[in-house]
């Protein structure tokens, strides 16, 4: 069992930056592919990023790319989502996620899930 804890939400605005953390619990961090997922208010959870398990390569949304930075910390089983240039559209429930089964991009990829935490974008 994994359990994912996320924090590092708020209110900022439009070109700001905020900086999400996912703590996980286990001794398996370093065996699982780490997302990111975002959900905004009547919309489905979409791809943000990911860091994969096997050698660290980043993917991301083409949404996102060049403003986000996903990274992770192995000595502390934690991994980060840096958010620059933050937009409106940006807004939403962000959610890390754990994937031992292959694949990044889909939800169903993912074995574990976070509750979530709230960013929220002012124009």
């Known amino acids: 069992q994994v359990q994912l804890v996320e924090s590092g939400g708020g209110l900022v605005q439009a070109g700001g930056s905020l900086r999400l953390s996912c703590a996980t619990s286990?001794?398996?961090?370093?065996?699982?592919?780490m997302g990111w997922f975002r959900q905004a208010p009547g919309k489905g959870r979409e791809f943000v990023a990911t860091?994969?398990?096997?050698?660290?390569?980043?993917y991301y949304a083409d949404s996102v790319k060049g403003r986000f930075t996903i990274s992770k910390d192995n000595a502390k089983n934690t991994v980060f989502l840096q958010m620059n240039s933050l937009k409106p559209e940006d807004t939403a429930v962000y959610y890390c996620?754990?994937?031992?089964?292959?694949?990044?991009?889909?939800?169903?990829?993912?074995?574990?899930w976070g509750q979530g935490t709230q960013v929220t974008v002012s124009s």
């Open positions: 996620a754990a994937n031992n089964k292959g694949g990044y991009y889909y939800t169903y990829n993912y074995n574990y």
């Open positions: 286990g001794r398996t961090f370093n065996g699982y592919t």
């Open positions: 860091i994969t398990r096997n050698d660290g390569s980043t």
